[in-house]
Structures are given as structure tokens and as C-alpha cells.
């Protein structure tokens, strides 16, 4: 290893580190921050709560064991109604390319439904599944199966033409350009719509859970406004928000696993 490579490696070492102490120093004082706004009445502290009595709540619930069931329900849902969306729409997607004709005729059909707001269907989905976490997982699959064949039927039109010409010039099948050409090309923006579909299968369970739940963050969320607990409403917000980044970073390092492995 040269000098040169070396010094290099030290500054992209010492950069993440400066990056990553940063970010939680920008936490921290924003934190800081939001516990004095309150306590000096900067800010309505029975509006907008403050870090202390929020994490005095959480552990009080943790303690008790009713924060974690909440938890693991609402994980539960969202984890299902994601990997649903997603194989969902994939399936869709190599349906529609599969048959260029039946890709037309459904064309009109995507973009209205992807264009209609999901909630309007919240009380369609209540009447057909029931009140329980059928309807909530059909929510998230709703927002989260057009998306997710929009964007993977895009990749596989976007193939190079001239990869399938050279291919079925060897005499492949429709079959073998599509396991051969057109799925490997398209797995990275499959990968990047599991991405995306992280922060939709969220939204659709929070928006389910607002309509029918019994339990789960969203009810907690429901449950703290009718109550004027806005303390518990902000907990429970913040923890959507740190689960659905807890997700997102799993996919991602799944995403970077797989690029890792084909390189």
C-alpha cells in the first residue's frame, strides 16, 4: 500500500467519522432544544410534549408491557402488506410486460388507480375484510402495489434493446430473454422500489390502524388525540419514525449486500 493510498484511506476514515458525530450531535441539540422551547414556554408543552416526559412515557409502557405489543402488531402488518406489495407488483409488472397487449389496455387502468388517494378506499376495504388487520394489510398493499409495478414495468421496458436483439438472434425464447436479460437488468430498480415501498407500507398501516385498529402505534396515535394525551401521541410518532428507519437501513444494506455479491 503506498503513502498516497494510505493518507487517503485516513481522510475518508477521519470524514465518516466527522459525518457520523455530527448527526448526533444535530440530534442531541435538536433534542436540547426542543426540552428547554418547552420548559421555558417557548413552545405549548401540552401540544408539543418535550423529550423527557416522552421517554418517561416509554418507559412506563415499556415497563408494563403494553408498548410492545402495540409495537410488534403494527411491525407485523407493515412488515406482511410490504413484502406483499412488493412480490405483488413484480408479478404484475412481468405480467404486463409479458403480454405487450394486455400492458396496453391496463395502462389507463394504472394511472387512474395510482392517482385515486388510497384513504377512499379505507371504508371499501372495512366492509369487504372486516375490522381487523386484513383490512389494515390490504391498505398497505394498495399504496404500495401500483407504485412498485409503475417503476419495475419502466426497468424492464428500459432494457437495451440491442442486449435482447443479441439474444434472441441466438434463438432465446421470450422466457429466456426474460431470465437471461431482462430481470438481472432490472434488479436494481427492483431493489430501489423495496426502498421506497418501506416508507408506503407505513404510511398504509398508520392510515389503516387511523381507521379500524383496536391496537398498534396508529391507534395509540387515534387513542392519545381523543384522550388529549399528546405526549403519547408523540411517542408513539417518534417510534413509527425510528422503526420505519430501522427498516429502510436493512433494506439498504441488503441492497448494498447484493451489489457486493454480483460485483
Same mark, same amino acid.
Not at 21 to 28: A, C, D, K, S
Not at 123 to 134: E, H, R, W
Given at each position: 500500500?503506498?503513502?498516497?493510498?494510505? %493518507?487517503?484511506?485516513?481522510?475518508?476514515?477521519?470524514?465518516?467519522?466527522?459525518?457520523?458525530?455530527?448527526?448526533?450531535?444535530?440530534?442531541?441539540?435538536?433534542?436540547?432544544?426542543?426540552?428547554?422551547?418547552?420548559?421555558?414556554?417557548?413552545?405549548?408543552?401540552?401540544?408539543?410534549?418535550?423529550?423527557?416526559?416522552?421517554?418517561?412515557?416509554?418507559? %412506563?409502557?415499556?415497563?408494563?408491557?403494553?408498548?410492545?405489543?402495540?409495537?410488534?402488531?403494527?411491525?407485523?402488518?407493515?412488515?406482511?402488506?410490504?413484502?406483499?406489495?412488493?412480490?405483488?407488483?413484480?408479478?404484475?409488472?412481468?405480467?404486463?410486460?409479458?403480454?405487450?397487449?394486455?400492458?396496453?389496455?391496463?395502462?389507463?387502468?394504472?394511472?387512474?388507480?395510482?392517482?385515486?388517494?388510497?384513504?377512499?378506499?379505507?371504508?371499501?376495504?372495512?366492509?369487504?375484510?372486516?375490522?381487523?388487520?386484513?383490512?389494515?394489510?390490504?391498505?398497505?398493499?394498495?399504496?404500495?402495489? *401500483?407504485?412498485?409495478?409503475?417503476?419495475?414495468?419502466?426497468?424492464?421496458?428500459?432494457?437495451?434493446?440491442?442486449?435482447?436483439?443479441?439474444?434472441?438472434?441466438?434463438?432465446?425464447?421470450?422466457?429466456?430473454?426474460?431470465?437471461?436479460?431482462?430481470?438481472?437488468?432490472?434488479?436494481?430498480?427492483?431493489?430501489?422500489?423495496?426502498?421506497?415501498?418501506?416508507?408506503?407500507?407505513?404510511?398504509?398501516?398508520?392510515?389503516?390502524?387511523?381507521?379500524?385498529?383496536?391496537?398498534?402505534?396508529?391507534?395509540?396515535?387515534?387513542?392519545?388525540?381523543? *384522550?388529549?394525551?399528546?405526549?403519547?401521541?408523540?411517542?408513539?410518532?417518534?417510534?413509527?419514525?425510528?422503526?420505519?428507519?430501522?427498516?429502510?437501513?436493512?433494506?439498504?444494506?441488503?441492497?448494498?449486500?447484493?451489489?457486493?455479491?454480483?460485483?
Amino acid at each position: 500500500m503506498s503513502n498516497e493510498y494510505a %493518507k487517503f484511506l485516513r481522510q475518508q476514515r477521519l470524514l465518516k467519522l466527522k459525518i457520523t458525530v455530527t448527526r448526533w450531535g444535530l440530534l442531541v441539540a435538536l433534542l436540547a432544544l426542543w426540552e428547554a422551547a418547552a420548559r421555558l414556554n417557548w413552545i405549548n408543552p401540552f401540544i408539543f410534549s418535550y423529550p423527557s416526559k416522552i421517554w418517561e412515557l416509554f418507559i %412506563k409502557m415499556t415497563l408494563d408491557g403494553s408498548l410492545l405489543d402495540h409495537t410488534w402488531i403494527t411491525i407485523w402488518e407493515t412488515v406482511v402488506g410490504f413484502l406483499i406489495g412488493t412480490i405483488s407488483g413484480t408479478l404484475v409488472a412481468i405480467v404486463i410486460w409479458w403480454s405487450p397487449f394486455l400492458g396496453k389496455v391496463l395502462d389507463p387502468y394504472i394511472v387512474v388507480f395510482n392517482s385515486m388517494p388510497k384513504v377512499a378506499l379505507g371504508p371499501i376495504f372495512i366492509v369487504t375484510f372486516g375490522q381487523g388487520y386484513l383490512s389494515i394489510v390490504m391498505m398497505a398493499l394498495a399504496i404500495s402495489i *401500483v407504485i412498485t409495478t409503475i417503476v419495475v414495468y419502466t426497468a424492464f421496458k428500459e432494457v437495451d434493446a440491442n442486449m435482447i436483439k443479441m439474444v434472441s438472434s441466438f434463438g432465446a425464447t421470450r422466457r429466456q430473454v426474460f431470465q437471461k436479460v431482462i430481470f438481472p437488468a432490472a434488479r436494481p430498480a427492483i431493489l430501489s422500489t423495496l426502498k421506497v415501498n418501506v416508507g408506503l407500507a407505513w404510511i398504509g398501516v398508520i392510515v389503516g390502524e387511523f381507521l379500524v385498529a383496536k391496537s398498534g402505534l396508529g391507534y395509540l396515535m387515534i387513542y392519545g388525540f381523543q *384522550v388529549f394525551n399528546l405526549t403519547l401521541v408523540m411517542m408513539s410518532l417518534l417510534l413509527v419514525s425510528l422503526l420505519a428507519t430501522f427498516m429502510y437501513q436493512a433494506v439498504a444494506l441488503l441492497e448494498k449486500h447484493w451489489q457486493t455479491w454480483r460485483d
